[in-house]
Structure formats: C-alpha cells, structure tokens
C-alpha cells in the first residue's frame, strides 16, 4: 500500500523546476507532502483532500488527480534551501494513518 | 511556543536490553503519532493516538514494541529486548486533533535515534 515517488532523486540548478509524483493503487482520502533535510525532522508543506481542498504553505503548488490516485508537487525557480528528501503520505479513509512513500531527493546546486 | 520534543537523542544499546523512547507533543495537541525510519528509507507508520487511548496499533512490528499515552500529553514508546534490525531514528509527531476527515498538519519531532549492538 505504499505509495510509489517519482523520480527517486533529481538534481537542478537555481532557479529551474521540477516535478515530483506520488502514485497509489487505492483510492485517496487526502495526499500530504513533507520534506525533510538531512537529520532534521519533516517539515509540513501541504495537504491535499479529495474534492479539491488544499491547505499549505504558499509558496508551494501541488496537484491532486483523484480519478488517477495521484499527486504532484510542483517547485518553480527553485533555490538552495529547497534541497532535502521530499515525500508524499496518503490517507485512504479520512483518518490519520499515513502512509509514506520512499521519498525523492532533490538537490539544488548553485 | 514549544515544538515536539523527543529524549534522549541517542540512544546505544545492546542486543535484548529493554529501551523506553519519550516523546512530549506540542501543548493542546491531542493526536499522537510514532514513526520509525530505517537509514536511508521513509516514514514507517508505528501507533497513532487520540488522547490516551490507541485506536491504531497496526503498524507495531512485533509484541515487543508497545506504547502509552498519559494525561493525553507524554508518550512513551518502549521496545523490550531489543533486535539489530530495530535500530533506526524512532519519530515522533502530534497535531492538533485526530479522527475522522483529520486535515491537520503533523508537526514532527527531532527524533531518537536508536543503536542496537
């Protein structure tokens, strides 16, 4: 049931974008991002609710595809300190069971 | 205000001693959540709290590993005899309320990480 991230590493240089998945095999509740920097705790981006509803931080863009059980997150012009693993967790029922995927690391060189 | 707080740090110890995990959640916050992440890996669901009680223990990889919740604050996460394989960083996080339609971002602590000789 975990959720599969694409891709499974990327490296960009400032100011470039990139786009990272985050696929189930079950219908969603709810999709949530974190990203989290070497030894550090994850921090919240965004959640992502089935029917349209977002929550986050505004700087970060992401999308939810229910039909597809699919999400993705979108980081335009990225800089440094947008380096660290990122990853997805879905929610099937609406409860508080995450379920993480592997995590995509992303790294921005100067 | 105070973030989620975990101790200790570090923690080494040796095959099949008993090891306890403390975790303190943000203040008010009546959801609580374990996670266990192996090196290099992700986020490994463990137990999920709403108050004291435990309404999903699903994720507890064996009989040894078992956890409470009291006052609907401190958490404690205990590991009895403990395995090589159980040596990870053990993650704590709580938010603000959890049941049903739960939108509530999970606000994480700084971890325990765990040796096992």
């Known amino acids: 049931q975990q959720p599969v991230q694409s891709p499974q590493a990327v490296i960009l240089r400032e100011g470039e974008d990139a786009v990272i998945n985050c696929s189930s095999s079950?219908?969603?509740?709810?999709v949530h991002w974190y990203r989290q920097k070497h030894g550090e705790a994850p921090v919240f981006l965004m959640i992502?609710?089935?029917?349209?509803e977002q929550k986050g931080h505004e700087k970060i863009s992401a999308s939810f595809n229910e039909k597809k059980q699919q999400s993705s997150l979108y980081l335009t012009a990225s800089q440094l300190s947008y380096s660290g693993t990122y990853f997805c967790?879905?929610?099937?029922?609406?409860?508080?069971?995450?379920?993480f995927g592997a995590g995509t690391i992303l790294r921005v060189k100067s | 205000g105070a973030g989620v707080s975990q101790s200790p740090s570090n923690k080494v110890t040796e095959k099949g001693k008993d090891v306890e995990l403390r975790c303190d959640p943000i203040?008010?916050?009546?959801?609580l959540y374990w996670y266990r992440q192996s090196l290099g890996q992700g986020l490994e669901f463990l137990i999920y709290f709403q108050g004291n009680s435990a309404p999903d223990k699903s994720g507890l990889p064996s009989d040894r590993f078992s956890a409470e919740r009291t006052g609907g604050s401190v958490s404690t996460l205990t590991i009895q005899r403990t395995q090589q394989e159980d040596s990870a960083v053990y993650l704590c996080?709580?938010?603000?309320?959890?049941?049903?339609?739960?939108?509530?971002?999970?606000?994480f602590g700084p971890g325990t990480r765990l040796t096992v000789l």
């Open positions: 203040s008010g916050h009546t959801a």
């Open positions: 992502l609710l089935k029917g349209g």
């Open positions: 967790g879905t929610d099937l029922l609406g409860g508080n069971k995450l379920v």
């Open positions: 079950k219908a969603l509740y709810s």
């Open positions: 996080a709580s938010s603000l309320r959890g049941g049903r339609q739960g939108t509530n971002e999970q606000f």
